[in-house]
């Protein structure tokens, strides 16, 4: 349910919606470094595997895990190499078929979040991991920077 009056020059806008709670992990690691993960929505499997590969040779990242988000098109991908924010940025920002909402918000707050919960019954389903001889620099079960949030999307 939207509301909306409009005054001269003045809006009030006021929405009513159903949300859920999800927890999403942060790319901002201890030491003020990140680790990248991407958001990818309504784009192929294939598309997506080819885009990452490109990403991976061209800096030289360590091995890449996409997993599908319970919905076909939806990914997330995770590399556990650490960069400084603006290698960060520039990388995520080289990758073609990013969720232009996902990156923006993500540059506004100064770190990325991914969920890692499922929505509704839609659990993740592995899809692939794109081998690199590059060694990980993190390890995913050191992380601690986590976050609560409601969704609605999928709610």
């Not at 349910?1 to 005054?7: D, L």
Request: net charge positive; hydrophobic share 40%; glycine share 6%.
């Amino acid at each position: 349910m939207k509301f909306q009056i409009t005054f001269r020059n003045y809006r009030l806008f006021c929405s009513l919606a159903k949300y859920i709670h999800v927890s999403g992990v942060n790319s901002k690691l201890a030491n003020g470094r990140h680790f990248l993960m991407w958001d990818f929505d309504n784009l192929g499997e294939e598309i997506i595997r080819n885009e990452l590969l490109r990403i991976q040779k061209k800096f030289h990242l360590s091995q890449i895990y996409l997993i599908n988000t319970g919905l076909t098109g939806y990914y997330h991908a995770y590399c556990f190499l650490d960069f400084d924010w603006a290698n960060t940025l520039y990388i995520l920002a080289s990758t073609q078929g990013i969720d232009k909402m996902y990156f923006t918000i993500g540059v506004a707050r100064g770190y990325f979040t991914l969920r890692y919960t499922p929505k509704k019954s839609r659990d993740f389903k592995p899809a692939i991991i794109l081998s690199s001889k590059v060694k990980e620099t993190v390890n995913p079960y050191t992380l601690k920077s986590f976050i609560d949030y409601p969704t609605k999307r999928g709610a």
